[in-house]
């Protein structure tokens, strides 16, 4: 059993930045390929980031929506990965989860308004 907790999420201004985490109970996050997804209301989950197993920063892969203003990144010492989000806009805000495998944090809520 993998337990994940996110964390960071909260109310932004358009154009502006936030850091989320990931803190996940596993030995270590090197062995696990992982995701971050997001559902806004009424719509579908949907994958924004992932990081794949072997080195700190990558591979990585994106959604074509949020290519160039987020990032995705894991500190293996502390069993965390992140989401760096920048220029944020209205249409990202939703909940925001982590993935490894079949297990799924609660979610952390990100909200992009004036």
């Known amino acids: 059993q993998v337990q994940l907790v996110e964390s960071g999420g909260g109310l932004v201004q358009p154009g502006g930045s936030l850091r989320l985490s990931c803190t996940a109970s596993?030995?270590?996050?090197?062995?696990?390929?992982i995701g971050w997804f997001r559902q806004a209301p009424g719509k579908e989950r949907e994958q924004v980031a992932c990081?794949?197993?072997?080195?700190?920063?990558?591979?990585?892969n994106y959604a074509d929506s949020v290519e160039g203003r987020f990032t995705i990144s894991r500190d293996s010492g502390k069993n965390t990965v992140y989401l760096e989000m920048s220029s944020l806009k209205p249409e990202d805000t939703a909940v925001y989860y982590c993935?490894?495998?079949?297990?799924w944090g609660q979610g952390t809520q990100v909200t992009v308004s004036s």
């Open positions: 993935n490894i495998q079949q297990f």
């Open positions: 990081i794949s197993t072997s080195s700190r920063d990558g591979p990585t």
């Open positions: 596993v030995g270590t996050l090197d062995y696990y390929a």
